[in-house]
């Protein structure tokens, strides 16, 4: 399996997509630095990239990545490989690719603006650490997907729509809820709600983090309060750490059974 | 003016009639109390460098207090330290401190009882209870102290300045903090509170019940738990303060309750929860403030009517207005929004498309607090925008028909910046107190 994973890794690290999604974010990273200075606006607003990007990115390409990468599972698949390290292999080349590209990209401008010896240093940390695992859980569903569909053009579609479920619809059904539903206290219904979108999941751990709790008033405490704790932020760990999980062992049983 | 010229008068008087006696810990007289028994009306009285615990001072005579080097006067924490029961009065350079918390009485550093025409100048109270405490006192000038305590909650805590049944007092350049609510006014009226700082403490930094055409500029007002609540009063003028990191779940920068015929003129707002929040306050004026990076600016809650908020500066808040309807004769034009995207083609500096500052998740998070968790999220700037582009529920006549294309150039309140003289050395102070 490492020897696959490493292939793919090289592989895409070679690709020319993977040096323009890095350079993409070194740029805009530094353009927002020199514009404002200001490290925890530019975290606010590197945020608000990262929740829609970062997905998008991922299953895009991972979704591409398979597709592309057919012909040669399929030689691959003929050898005396295991098929799980096949696809597992691939899945975190892509993936651990993908968390490079943002880590350098993103990561690179804030050390040379000097983040660890600033206040920002644990909110940076935090929104690295939530692009690397958006980048993980959504190529694992792209890939889920694309093990599913043999067409094309349906997983690139189930693919888009997964995505845009997470980061759109997702939210609009919530707020439709949280309006109709609006004479009961809803406090814990949001908070099991967001459990349930890693996209809502990041941006709330990063917002309580910006201190922008205070605006959510007695929602906000009561996020803060079950966040804020040890056992709250292992709670949405084991949460993301799921989230992550899930598809691999989705692409585990897939790729055990699928008929090539 | 008239209460300077009197003040000034009493203290001419003193010089020109009084005789002074010196009080330090070797000299012939040795005490404050046996001084202030010696003396007779228009004396002064010079206390030199020392520490002096005498329990509970009470100056009953028209005296002049004046100490050298910040004597120290110790309650060791079981007593109300200076009580004024006399007019003409003046308490100058003084160290007080430890007054200790009492939950029957409220003690205080310096106690006015129903006097006039005092001045109480450039004395520190640390760690005291109630720090200058005025009860039915008037024409004074409470001026240049610093306040500062230690309080941890509301409960055993009193208040910095504390004024209760109180006319035509002046409260100038004094630091407040660490404190219950930094300057508490109670039935005061036609009083003036100028360049003070009132930061860290536990409620308000400035807290007016029922009282009536006061005015209060160039304060500046930090890190306090709730911000400046301004309740049940009327006539108040508000200028050129700051107000500015009054950041958590309760707290407001200027909290206005059932205030009416206020003025709100070339003040700053920075970071705070929300900006100014206003409940049933009519005849509201609001010009030249600036509000900076503030979760909501302006918050306007049920029965207010007549609020104008004109020639502001609003500046990347979270929300720049929630409002949950606006009554006809509400005026929300020509101010600056940040956020506004509109153009100008007749180059008159005003939008042509009119501005609509409430947004419709600022109406949302109005009906269901709880969908703040929504903050943020791409899905709300779709809606954002969608409302924006035509408006069906934010409230029709919340907005401003003539946007000013470009920031007016507020003088507001950053010339004014309080340089307090002894701000510096505050630290240092507090430490020798304890």
């Known amino acids: 399996m490492l020897k696959i994973l490493k292939y793919s890794f090289f592989d895409l690290i070679r690709s020319r997509w993977t040096y323009i999604y890095c350079a993409f974010y070194l740029i805009l990273t530094f353009s927002l630095l020199a514009l404002s200075n200001d490290l925890a606006k530019v975290v606010i607003s590197l945020m608000n990239i990262v929740l829609l990007l970062c997905p998008l990115i991922a299953t895009m390409f991972g979704v591409m990545y398979y597709y592309n990468a057919r012909e040669f599972t399929e030689l691959l698949l003929a050898q005396p490989v295991r098929r799980t390290s096949i696809f597992l292999g691939q899945f975190l080349g892509v993936a651990g690719s993908l968390s490079m590209s943002w880590l350098i990209g993103a990561g690179l401008p804030f050390v040379l603006y000097g983040v660890f010896g600033s206040a920002e240093a644990g909110n940076f940390l935090t929104l690295l650490f939530i692009g690397v695992v958006l980048s993980f859980i959504f190529s694992g569903l792209a890939f889920l997907i694309a093990l599913k569909n043999e067409n094309r053009i349906k997983g690139f579609g189930l693919a888009i729509l997964a995505w845009l479920f997470f980061a759109v619809i997702y939210d609009g059904l919530l707020l439709l809820a949280l309006l109709l539903l609006n004479s009961y206290p809803l406090e814990r219904f949001a908070l099991a709600a967001s459990m349930f979108n890693p996209i809502d999941l990041s941006r709330i751990l990063i917002l309580l983090k910006l201190d922008v709790s205070a605006l959510m008033g007695f929602t906000g405490a009561v996020f803060r309060k079950f966040l804020g704790t040890g056992f709250g932020m292992a709670v949405s760990l084991v949460v993301l750490a799921a989230w992550v999980l899930l598809p691999t062992l989705g692409i585990r049983r897939l790729a055990m059974r699928k008929d090539f | 003016m008239k209460t300077v010229f009197v003040l000034l008068c009493v203290s001419f008087a003193q010089f020109l009639f009084g005789k002074t006696i010196e009080v330090c810990p070797t000299c012939p007289v040795s005490s404050i109390k046996q001084a202030i028994q010696m003396a007779h009306a228009c004396d002064t009285i010079f206390i030199k460098k020392g520490t002096y615990t005498e329990g509970n001072i009470l100056i009953d ?105 109180c006319n035509n007092v ?29 930061e860290d403490n536990l409620r308000y930094g400035l807290h007016f019940m029922f009282s009536n055409d006061d005015t209060y500029r160039r304060n500046t007002f930090r890190n306090n738990g709730a911000g400046v609540a301004v309740m049940y009063s009327r006539h108040i003028g508000m200028f050129q303060n700051i107000f500015e990191r009054n950041w958590g779940a309760a707290a407001y920068g200027l909290l206005l309750k059932e205030i009416h015929d206020s003025e709100i003129n070339g003040n700053t707002f920075r970071e705070n929860t929300v900006g100014i929040f206003a409940e049933t306050s009519n005849r509201m004026n609001c010009h030249g403030n600036e509000f900076t990076q503030n979760g909501w600016a302006i918050k306007i809650s049920g029965g207010c009517q007549q609020s104008r908020v004109e020639g502001n500066n609003f500046f990347n808040n979270t929300f720049d207005l929630a409002t949950q309807m606006a009554a006809a004769d509400d005026s929300y034009n020509g101010n600056f929004w ?49 409302e924006k582009v035509s408006p069906v529920f934010t409230p029709e006549n919340v907005v401003d028909k003539r946007p000013s294309m470009k920031p007016f150039p507020l003088k507001g309140a950053r010339q004014f910046a309080n340089r307090l003289p002894f701000t510096a050395s505050i630290g240092g102070a507090v430490d020798e107190a304890k």
């Not at chain 2, 110790?74 to 308490?91: A, C, K, P, R, W």
């Not at chain 2, 029957?104 to 310096?110: C, E, H, M, P």
């Open chain 2, 61 to 165: 005579k028209e005296l002049t207090l004046i100490g050298e080097d910040y004597p120290v006067l110790d309650g060791q924490n079981n007593t109300e330290i200076i009580t004024i029961t006399s007019d003409f009065v003046n308490i100058i350079g003084l160290q007080i401190q430890n007054v200790g918390t009492s939950y029957t009485q409220d003690r205080a550093g310096i106690r006015l009882k129903k006097v006039h025409h005092f001045h109480i100048k450039d004395n520190r109270l640390f760690n005291s209870f109630f720090g200058v405490y005025l009860e039915n006192s008037s024409d004074g000038i409470v001026e240049g102290n610093m306040v500062k305590g230690k309080a941890t909650n509301e409960t055993s805590s009193g208040n910095a300045i504390h004024m209760w049944y």
């Open chain 2, 338 to 386: 940040s956020d506004y995207n509109g153009y100008d083609l007749d180059h008159d500096g005003r939008g042509d498309v009119p501005h609509r500052p409430m947004k419709l998740f600022s109406y949302v998070v109005g009906k269901t607090p709880e969908a703040m968790v929504l903050l943020r999220s791409l899905f709300v700037d779709i809606l954002n925008f969608s």
């Open chain 2, 170 to 198: 002046l409260i100038i350049n004094n630091y407040v903090s660490g404190h219950r609510d930094g300057i508490y006014f109670e039935f005061v009226d036609h009083s003036t509170i100028t360049g003070n700082l009132s």
